[in-house]
């Protein structure tokens, strides 16, 4: 069975669910046994890019992916806004003002570090037990909560006429289009998203991730595995503790370790190349976070 990460460049009109079932098919395409499949963090159909697929004891860490560091590149039309915040919805504001490349390269740095933002109505954020776009769907006024999140880095790439193009490094939980809306709105205009590309996730860049296509490819071929990054592949910033088989076998009952000479936080334990466990010491104690079933 597989173990580990395939980075999908995930193509415009895709949903991350999609995304997962074309891996599923894929895999016995491969003749691979049946394997958990799970996402690192959805990615909306209008967008395209990097999208994480976990594989088999990867799934275990998805979560992490979620929390992790993402950036995006993504072009601005001025002058109108939707309600859906991108080209899909419909026009609800509109503008004559077209700001210069100056007037918004002035204002980069107010949305640059911490910032408080609405996200969009349309979103799967749950309000009051329902998904958001459900609800606008439906025609229901939606109050979104603003949410503090970080934009690590925000950068002009391009402007024209109507349009301006961005990259931005931003923390879970940021939407932009909810960064276009309020950066066209600071400009005494309105806007919307026409272009969204995730460029990368955490660890994982454009440089690691391969088309629907190529996948497929490669299924028929039965040469999955050249695809398949190692699990460890997602920890790439947490650092390594070998232990031993015996240490290891403690480890994979869940059991703690005293006395191994261990940084504070986090680590990744390992028997040789083989992953036992996301483990957690604060100086004598190593705790098991996360075990991993894999074979040696």
Known sequence: MLHGWIILDKPVG????????????????????????????TLDPLASGVLPIALGE???LAGRMLDATKVYDFTVRFG????????????????????????????????????????????????????????ARAGEEVEMKTRAV?????????????????????SKGTYIRSLARDLALTLNSVGHVTMLRRTRAGPFGLEQAISLDFLAELAKARQLTRTVLP????????????????QARLLRHGQALFGLPAKPGLSLAKDGDVPVALVEGDGATIKVVRGFNLNE
């Open 14 to 41: 895709l949903g991350s669910t999609q995304a997962v079932s074309a891996v599923k098919r894929a895999l016995r395409e491969a003749g691979q046994p049946k394997t958990k499949v799970g996402h690192g963090g």
């Open 58 to 60: 990867a799934t275990k």
């Open 231 to 246: 699990l460890d592949a997602g920890l790439d910033d947490i650092p390594a503790l070998p232990v031993t088989p015996d």
């Open 150 to 170: 970080t934009v690590h880095t925000l950068d002009l790439l391009d402007a024209g006429a109507e349009e301006a193009t961005f990259a931005a490094t931003v």
């Open 80 to 135: 109108a806004q939707t309600d859906t915040l991108d080209t899909e919805g419909k026009v609800v504001a509109t503008s004559n003002v077209r700001p210069t490349r100056g007037e918004i390269e002035a204002i980069l740095p107010r949305f640059t570090g911490p910032i408080e933002q609405v996200p969009p109505a349309y979103s799967a954020l749950k309000v009051d037990g329902r998904r958001a776009y459900d609800l």
